[in-house]
C-alpha cells in the first residue's frame, strides 16, 4: 500500500473501527499528536491511537465522512485537504489534562468543516499525524458557539443529573475495549 493509500485507510478506519485496516495504515509507533484521551488510556500509539479516536469521533457524529479534497505526499511529508462531515446525534466529549472536560448533548446538528493533515512519513510508513481543524467552526454549527441559553441548560441538567460522567464512563470503556481488542490473545 502507497503513503496516499495508507493515510486514506486512516480516514475509513476512523470512520468504520476497522483494526485491519487502522493496522495496515500507521506504523506501530504511530503518534497522533492531536489526540486526547482520558488519563487511564495514557498515551496511545500506532492502531490502538485510531481506532481509539475513531471511537470518540463516532460516538458524537455515527455517520461521520472525511471527504478527500487532495493529498500530496513526497518521501518525508504528505498532507491531505478534506471536508470532515457528521450529524451530531450522540454525545461529544472532550478531554484536558487527561480528564473528561465537557459533555456536549446531541444537538442533531450536522456538521462540515474543512481540516488539513499532515503527516510525517519514514519508510513508506506514516509515523506522525497532526491536524489543522476548524474547531471553532465545528462549535458554531453545533450551536455551542455562542452558546444559546437552552444549550446551557442542556449542558447543566446532563452534569447535574449524571449522565455527563456515564456517557463519558461509555464511551471511555468502549475506547478500552477497542485497545484490548488490538492485544493478541
Do not use: N
Not at 493496522?23 to 498515551?43: K, T
Not at 491531505?80 to 466529549?93: A, R
Not at 481540516?115 to 510525517?120: K, L, P, T
Amino acid at each position: 500500500m502507497d503513503v496516499i493509500a495508507r493515510i486514506r485507510a486512516q480516514f475509513t478506519a476512523l470512520e468504520t473501527g476497522d483494526a485491519d485496516l487502522a493496522r495496515a495504515a500507521v506504523s506501530p509507533d504511530w503518534v497522533d499528536r492531536e489526540a486526547s484521551f482520558e488519563h487511564g488510556l495514557g498515551e496511545l500509539r500506532g492502531p490502538a491511537s485510531l481506532l481509539a479516536t475513531g471511537v470518540w469521533l463516532r460516538w458524537g457524529l455515527p455517520d461521520l465522512r472525511f471527504v478527500e479534497q487532495s493529498t500530496v505526499a513526497d518521501d518525508r511529508r504528505a498532507i491531505s485537504y478534506v471536508l470532515f462531515t457528521g450529524t451530531h446525534t450522540g454525545p461529544f466529549i472532550g478531554f484536558r489534562d487527561g480528564r473528561v472536560d465537557r459533555v456536549i448533548p446531541p444537538t442533531g446538528r450536522r456538521v462540515e468543516v474543512r481540516h488539513a493533515h499532515v503527516y510525517e512519513l519514514r519508510d513508506g510508513e506514516v509515523v506522525t499525524h497532526d491536524a489543522v481543524r476548524d474547531d471553532l467552526g465545528t462549535l458554531t454549527q453545533l450551536g455551542m458557539m455562542p452558546p444559546s441559553p437552552a444549550m446551557i441548560a442542556r449542558i447543566a441538567a446532563w452534569k447535574v443529573s449524571g449522565r455527563a460522567r456515564r456517557v463519558a464512563d461509555e464511551i471511555v470503556a468502549a475506547q478500552r475495549a477497542v485497545v484490548a481488542s488490538l492485544v493478541p490473545a
